[in-house]
């Protein structure tokens, strides 16, 4: 104790000096730590980019750079997607905005009068006080509960087929059928329903609807032009043609078609579903004896068809 008094300074700084040297070391090891740290990330790092380099095709060198390349083509395919978007426009529902069944029944009969008129103005035959595939609402003034929204939004679409039917004057529109959406649709015609539904993917929904008609082939190649170039994106997945005088005893056949581009006017590089071309109108030789008396031979004669098309209406989901 005495040599502790003696020497007491000499023990404080020693005591100091210790513990300065035992901070120094512990901060040593950190900072030894923290460099095998940073060490294994950067060879991390760096193994990461070796492996982009070598991969088939790589972000690119001094002389190429894929990464800008990928950039500017993304930025194309979005500007594609914008352009294109002019094709994919909706069909507003008929009546539009929150519908009530007094609104709704109005505008059934208003829409449904207006569709008789422009069929007569076409010169387009109707089956007997037509309805358009809404015999079961025509009557009705209160709908099941749920279904308005459904039926307005259909109601346009069917709307919108029938004027492209007209547009193009077939001699006849036999009926025009869509999928069930309300339980009013259970007392309905048969003929105005198909027995499918609408399925949905991650852009759109795809709606299903059967139109039958009579008509020659001109008409009919305007009524597949007009589905093309439409600013409502139709999808033609079936085309069923034969004699309107067969139609009857013959069920549908609907037999694939070889995939068409559309017609100028249309979305680029746009299918028509999975068919695209239309088989030729059926023509039937004629034998004459014309010729015998000097008269011209008949070699050709086109007859009537009755269409069935099926085509799908494409509605894009509001986030694609």
């Not at 004027?163 to 193009?168: L, M, N, R």
Request: include cysteine.
């Amino acid at each position: 104790m005495a040599w502790i008094k003696r020497n007491l300074f000499f023990v404080i700084g020693g005591i100091v000096t210790l513990a300065l040297l035992g901070a120094g070391g512990f901060y040593i090891y950190q900072g030894l730590n923290r460099n095998s740290e940073a060490t294994d990330k950067l060879n991390e790092i760096y193994g990461t980019l070796k492996s982009l380099q070598q991969q088939q095709p790589s972000p690119g060198n001094e002389k190429t750079d894929n990464t800008r390349i990928a950039k500017d083509q993304t930025q194309q395919i979005t500007s594609w997607i914008k352009s294109a978007g002019k094709y994919f426009q909706p069909i507003p529902s008929i009546p539009a905005g929150n519908v009530t069944s007094e609104a709704f029944a109005s505008a059934l009969r208003r829409t449904v009068d207006a569709l008789q008129h422009e069929a007569e103005s076409a010169g387009v035959t109707l089956p007997p006080k037509y309805n358009f595939s809404f015999s079961a609402q025509q009557p009705l003034m209160k709908f099941a509960d749920g279904s308005l929204g459904l039926l307005a939004a259909q109601l346009g679409e069917v709307k919108a087929i029938a004027e492209i039917i007209f547009s193009a004057r077939v001699n006849a529109l036999d009926s025009i059928q869509r999928v069930r959406v309300s339980d009013d649709d259970a007392a309905g015609s048969q003929g105005d329903y198909i027995d499918e539904h609408s399925t949905t993917n991650n852009l759109a929904v795809i709606t299903p609807y059967v139109v039958t008609f009579r008509c020659f082939t001109p008409e009919l190649s305007r009524v597949i032009s007009t589905f093309a170039t439409s600013s409502n994106t139709f999808l033609i997945k079936s085309i069923n043609v034969q004699p309107a005088g067969a139609a009857s005893a013959s069920p549908t056949q609907t037999a694939p078609l070889p995939g068409a581009m559309l017609p100028p006017g249309g979305i680029p590089g746009r299918m028509l579903g999975e068919f695209g071309m239309v088989p030729p109108a059926t023509q039937t030789p004629v034998t004459s004896s014309a010729t015998d008396k000097g008269g011209l031979q008949t070699l050709l004669k086109e007859q009537l068809l009755r269409v069935t098309i099926e085509v799908g209406l494409v509605k894009l989901l509001p986030n694609s």
